[in-house]
């Protein structure tokens, strides 16, 4: 089942970015002569118009080729003009741009649905509360609901802790009810290490309590689910886009690299815990596809933006040596990113390490 729901996942993603590339190319004029799901040799094909929809070997990708697209190409003299190479640059920034903007359009969609459906939110009433921490001096316990604090409504446990955390050495005015009795405390939260999501140490205010573990089922109306789903969707792709630069910066390990089998192994885990974990996860991995294709990396979309940038400031292309330079440049830098997944991949199946 594993499988089943790796390959739907990765088929529906590329499906969509492909999708992009082809609604597009067909408004802007330009012929398309294959749509591919998948890579290597066809499978299933079918012709229908002046498009070939093909099904292919390996479910690892796929691609739309354009009439007058590859380097060196002559496009015959009937159909010149509705070759790739034809368009203006800005007809063509929009072809090559539209596969990522359609797999963050997907991931918007995908989020606003799971909004609408419902998402699960931790209620902020007390479970335990540590030994000598600033919560059992102020005289919190367990079952006790925080509703407020300050001059701020509290109803779930990630808006007290986004306060909490922001106010160490802080006092703090807790509204708490419980059993219908309600009550002020003063808490001041402890300056505590903590490392965030990348692994680096920052300091946060703790009080020392845990959750009593009841959750509430949070659903929205369209318009709000759209724009929780778009909101969503902009904080993932700044998280992508920052674990990017702490690579490079060397604050975040490789080891966080994953491929294929990482992706296999996350799909079968999220589709066994429901259908909306699932969804997430083909959400998360659409916007990362999407931003990663946008990287100005020879092979990749951003790659072709950054020559069509360079010919809008040149008034000419590059060369077609450059070209196929740059693109052998591309691949093996690709490759190489592959090569690293993989390694990876195998080394957490082998040692039995958890997923990142």
Known sequence: MTTIYSVALLGVLIFVHELGHFLLAKL??????????????????????????M?????????????????????????RQRSFTAQPVFKRVLIVV????????????????????????ITAVVGTVNENSPAMK?????????????????????????IIHKSPGKTLQIKLENGGIQRIVEVTPEAKPSKNLFGEQQ????????????????????????????????????????????????????????????IFQLAGKQAGEGLMNFLTLMAVISINLG??????????????????AVESVRKKPLSEK?????????????????????????????TGQALP
């Open 138 to 162: 102020a005289g919190l316990k367990n079952g006790d609901a925080i509703i407020g604090i300050n001059d701020n409504a509290i109803k779930f446990w990630d808006e007290m802790t986004a």
């Open 291 to 308: 931003v990663f294709n946008l990287f100005p990396v020879p092979i990749l979309d951003g790659g072709t933006l950054a020559f069509l």
């Open 28 to 53: 802007c004029g330009v012929k398309v002569l294959k749509f591919s799901l998948g890579m290597g040799p066809k499978l299933l094909g079918k012709t229908v118009g002046e498009t070939e929809y």
């Open 203 to 262: 300091t946060v205010g703790l009080i020392g309590i845990t959750p009593k573990g009841g959750y509430q089922l949070v659903s929205y109306g369209p318009f709000a689910a759209v724009y929780h789903g778009a909101l969503r969707t902009w904080d993932i792709i700044d998280l992508t886009l920052t674990a990017v630069v702490k690579l490079f910066q060397k604050k975040l390990s490789t080891d966080t690299i994953g491929g294929p089998i990482m």
């Open 98 to 121: 539209a596969g990522s903007v359609f797999n963050l359009i997907f991931a918007v969609v995908l989020f606003s649905g799971i909004y609408m459906y419902g998402v699960p939110r």
């Open 55 to 79: 099904l292919s070997v390996f479910p690892i990708g796929g691609y739309v080729k354009m009439h007058g697209e590859d380097a060196g190409e002559t496009p015959v003299e009937t159909d």
């Open 322 to 350: 450059v070209m196929e330079i740059s693109q052998k440049v591309g691949l093996t830098l690709l490759l190489m990113l592959m090569a690293l997944a993989l390694y990876n991949d195998v080394y957490r199946l082998v």
